[in-house]
């Protein structure tokens, strides 16, 4: 009796994934909820488990389909029935899609691909927890040469260092930056210490003949532009 059992569930579980994979191949993503977009993303990683619990607790947890995949390994593991390869299938659809937006800017003119900018911008670091301090640094063009994560810090807080930004601009032979940082709260709105670090920047770029373009504040779902609000 029990084994029939067995055999009856196996069969409905197997027949389940089998409908998602169909109607995925008939509709693509937009046939499919955001619980059973994750269902169908840990098929592999766990072939023998209902996936459809894990999926909705992970939306429980964090919210969304995209806080889900950016979350922390260590806040991921603490999903019941999710392993170490389920944890990898997860960060590694991420780390796709950061790399889908970031390879959209190479070899551009970033100031006129801004939308694309933004979009790499806010899909890597508006689920971040703490407060990450980074640099595009751009040719005489306005081309990408490189981007640096500079500091990380705390919920609230990041130290950032101007002559460091500098240097590191100068090692580049970058003539403009573009400064960006997250605010792990939510709200994009700058504070003043972010304005006055801004200037300070600017202030040691100027004479070396570096412009900053910019300032960006990404937080959740939206960000500002400094220069957008006439703060640089």
Do not use: C
């Not at 551009?108 to 694309?116: E, M, V, Y």
């Not at 801004?198 to 100027?206: C, G, L």
């Amino acid at each position: 009796m029990n084994e029939a059992k067995s055999g009856s569930a196996t069969a409905s579980h197997k027949g389940h994934r089998q409908r998602l994979r169909d109607r995925f191949r008939k509709t693509g993503e937009q046939g499919l909820a955001d619980y059973e977009l994750l269902e169908f993303l840990l098929f592999s990683a766990l072939p023998r488990q209902d996936t459809k619990p894990i999926a909705k607790a992970l939306l429980q947890r964090f919210g969304s389909f995209s806080a889900a995949l950016a979350a922390p390994r260590e806040r991921l593991k603490e999903i019941n029935g999710l392993s170490d390869v389920s944890v990898d299938t997860l960060k590694a659809v991420h780390a796709a899609i950061v790399r889908y937006h970031k390879a959209e800017l190479d070899e551009r003119r970033l100031l006129d691909s801004w939308s694309k900018v933004i979009d790499y911008l806010q899909v890597s670091m508006e689920h971040s927890t703490v407060e990450e301090f980074r640099v595009l640094f751009l040719d005489k063009k306005n081309g990408l040469i490189a981007d640096e994560v500079q500091q990380t810090g705390t919920v609230d807080h990041t130290p950032v260092y101007p002559r460091e930004v500098i240097r590191r601009a100068l090692e580049h032979s970058a003539t403009a930056l573009i400064l960006v940082h997250n605010h792990p709260s939510g709200d994009p709105t700058p504070s003043r210490a972010d304005i006055q670090m801004t200037q300070k920047i600017i202030d040691i770029a100027k004479p070396l003949g570096v412009e900053v373009h910019d300032h960006i504040i990404v937080g959740l779902r939206n960000n500002v532009s400094m220069r957008g609000l006439q703060l640089i």
